[in-house]
Structures are given as C-alpha cells and as structure tokens.
C-alpha cells in the first residue's frame, strides 16, 4: 500500500514547522494515524512536516504546580516517566493502555489529541484532568481547556496553521484511575472512563468524569460528578452516579458496539474508575 | 529525497521517494527480506524492526523518517554465528511453526526483556499485544521470552 507522493520537511525548530503549517503543509507527528489514512487514500496531504526532529517539542517537565509535555512526547515516553507516575499516575495508567507497544514508541501525545479520534483514551483523562492545551500559531500561543479543545469526531478547536505545542495538567492529591473497554483488534477505547476524586472528612469534595468512546467527542459526566460530590462515596452512592454518565449520550453505534451497549458499558466502567479512584484517594 | 542511515552495524545511503515505506525500503532497496510484511495496515506486528532501541512496525514509517536512525532487523541481532538468547528460546520453546510472524515475533519479544529483565506473564502478553500468530495460540512465545529473560539473568 503506498500514500499518494508529496513533499517531505523535517525542520529542527518550532519557527519552522510553524511556518510550514502555516502556508498549508500537514503536521506528522507519531505518524500512527496519519500514515494508515495516507496508505488507504483517506488522507493525501502534498507537503508533510516531520515534528521528530524538533527538541523543543519533546519534553516532560514540571513547572509551577503542573507538569508540562512536550506535543512529541510519545505514548511511551508518558508511560515510563518517573515524574507522569509520581506525579500524575492517571496520565501514566491512561498511556499504558493506548494501543500496542509498538504503538507506543510511536505515537505521541500531541497527534493523539490533534487527531481527536472519538475512541482515543488520552481525551477521557486531559478532560477529568481539566487539563489545558497550548497551541503555538503565527501569532503566538494561545491556551485552551480540553473541554472546550476537543469539539467533535475529528474535529478541535485547533485554528488553520495552528499546531499542538504542549499539554499542561495540574498537579494534586486526588486519587484517579482510567478504565476502558477496549475493541479487542486495535485496542480503541469502545467505552473509556477516567475518574478523579478528591476526598476530606469522609466526604468526596470533588470528582471529575472524563468520558471518551461513547459519542462522537469526549465529554465530562457533570451531572455523575454533582450526584458524587458531598457523598461518602460508598458503593450505592458510586451505583447511582455512574447510572447518570450515559444519560441523554447520543452514543455512536458500528460493528463493535451498538449504541445501547455503549451505554451499559459507561456505567459499568464509570463505576469501575470511580470506586479505584476513591480507593486511592483516601 | 537522500537518507542515510545504519541497519545492523552497516552504514547504507539511498535516494528514496518519501511515500517508501520503511518495511519495502528494508526488503526492495536494501534486500533484508527476514523483516515481513503480514496485514500491511499497522495490526499484525510481522514487520516489527527496531529503530534507536525502540520496537516500530516498518510498515507504518516512511524510510526518509529513520534518515540519521539505527536500525536493526532480525538479519542483525545474531552475532559470531551465535543466535541471540530470544532466537535460542524461541527455536528451544517451539515459538514457532510456519515462521511467519516469528521476524517480528522475536523484535517484539526482545523489547520486552531490553526493558524488564523479570516480565510476568501478563507483561509478557501485554507486550506482545501488537503482534498476531496464526499458529501456535501463543503459549509456546509466552514460554519462549520466559526462557529469554531467564537465560539473560
Ligand atoms: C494499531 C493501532 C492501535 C491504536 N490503538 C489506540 C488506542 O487503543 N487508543 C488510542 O488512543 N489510540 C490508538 N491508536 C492511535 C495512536 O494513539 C496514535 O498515536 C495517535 O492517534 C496519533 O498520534 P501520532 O503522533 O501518531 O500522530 P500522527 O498520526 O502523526 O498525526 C495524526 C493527526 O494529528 C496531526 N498532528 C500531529 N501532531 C500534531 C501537533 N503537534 N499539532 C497539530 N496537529 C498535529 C496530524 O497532522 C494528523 O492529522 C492506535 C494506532 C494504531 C496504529
Ligand atoms: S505488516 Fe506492519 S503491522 Fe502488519
Ligand atoms: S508461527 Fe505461523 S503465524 Fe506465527
């Protein structure tokens, strides 16, 4: 199978590919996604600009009360980081489910959500993270919330000529966990659910629901959230707020999964995530 | 577009089209044929090399990408005439039948111990978890890096 041809840059500085992206070129990063769509012609891009090769795209730092990930940081890279795992386990937990290892030492953190694929893990976690998303264009950068980055199936709020320079999630104590259902070929997420709780005096004082796999973009379960918050958090209370995260979902429905299905499987591993979430937050 | 690069210790120079794949670079220009080309859309893992240390399926890279890289192909991991551990145990475990994935089979497996000189069973299969057998049902691979990791210690 081979892509239909095109051009080929690898610049070494962000300037660069910036300006290569801005007069109309495509960004290849992990090339996980992008290069299946090129073989199957789904994707014929003319000019392909190789993100590898620029450093300053590639890091994994913490910073003022948050880590901070370069867009190349690949699957892998989150996985194994001694600061992800100490830091931000959900992120880690989230990494280590993607795909396959090859997969991994490929594909990188910023094609995944540039991509957006509906069934991608990383969105249920940057959303339970509330985590922001920096984007460098010719004018700059500017910062974005995953809630309001990831748009629809394919789509984000990422503007013509603009690339995905780096992710940055909070640092804290809650307790979290990522649990997904995984289509048994390729590994994407049927149903993926990221819980995060934070708990004091007995009580969940905050909780956040990151969805991914049941609609056609990711998505926070505010109204599970609201019914956890100022619970105990005990089994029950768990029952009755993973029954609401699939409430109203216009779930997606193909071959793997109706749209019904779908649904069971939120709340089944919506409570899942959330019982180890408050396991490991208390 | 130019690209240079070592595969196996051997340092190579090719003008290639970008859109070549890594996988038909391998085989077609550079005539490594032990690397395999299975499902072609980035599932079967039968084209598994090893790129700077890292395990990638070459059917999903273009070449000009590992311009500058190191890569070693199932041609490269014996040495003096000696099989490398994993070959040994794979060979020594029946790993193997119609020897259509084991290129790939034995790339994979040998990122598993680079990595984790003690993997359990499960990450044994979680690493493995990119690579398809039609033959064996896969407990005599599980068996083979088992036997690799141990020989290693
Ligand atoms: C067999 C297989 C199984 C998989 N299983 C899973 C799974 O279980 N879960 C999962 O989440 N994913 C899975 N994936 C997808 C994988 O995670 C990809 O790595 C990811 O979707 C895309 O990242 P990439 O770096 O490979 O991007 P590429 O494929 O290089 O690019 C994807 C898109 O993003 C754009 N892009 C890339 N980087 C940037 C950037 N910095 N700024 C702006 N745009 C950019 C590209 O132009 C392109 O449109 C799987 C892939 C394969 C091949
Ligand atoms: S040929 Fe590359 S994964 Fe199957
Ligand atoms: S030995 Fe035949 S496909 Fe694995």
Known sequence: MFAQTFDYTAPKTLDEAVKLIGGGAKALAGGMSLIPMMKLRLAAPEHLVDLGRIKDLNYIREEGGALHLGATATHYDVESSALVRSKCPLLAETAAAIGDVQVRNMGTLGGSVAHADPSADYPAALQALEAKIVLRGANGDRTVSAADFFVDAFTTSLGEGEIVREVIVPIDSSGASYQKAPQPASGFAMVGIAARVKKAGGKVTEARIGVTGLTNSSFRATAAEKALEGTGGSPADIQKAAALVAQGADANSDIHASADYRKHLAGVYAGRALSAAIGRAS | ?153
Not at chain 2, 29 to 55: F, Q
Not at chain 2, 78 to 98: T, Y
Not at chain 2, 104 to 127: C, F, L, V, W, Y
Request: net charge neutral; charged share 20%.
């Open chain 2, 1 to 153: 577009m130019k690209i240079n690069l070592t595969i196996n210790k051997k340092r190579y120079s090719h003008d290639v089209e970008p859109r070549l794949l890594l996988v038909h670079y391998l085989r077609e220009t550079v005539g490594l044929t032990g690397t395999h080309t299975g499902c072609e859309t980035s599932l079967c893992g039968a084209c598994t090399v090893e790129l700077d240390g890292k395990a990638v399926k070459s059917c999903t890279m273009f070449a000009v990408q590992a311009d500058g890289a190191n890569v070693t192909t199932i041609e490269g991991i014996a040495s003096d005439g000696k099989l490398h551990r994993v070959q040994e145990a794979f060979w020594n475990e029946h790993g193997l039948q119609c020897g259509f994935c084991t290129p790939g089979m034995i790339m994979a497996s040998k990122q598993i111990i680079d990595r984790n000189g003690t993997p359990s069973e499960a990450e044994i299969r979680h690493g493995l978890e990119g690579n398809l057998c039609r033959c064996t049902g896969y407990q005599h691979i599980v068996n083979a890096v088992k036997a690799a990791a141990a020989a290693g210690r």
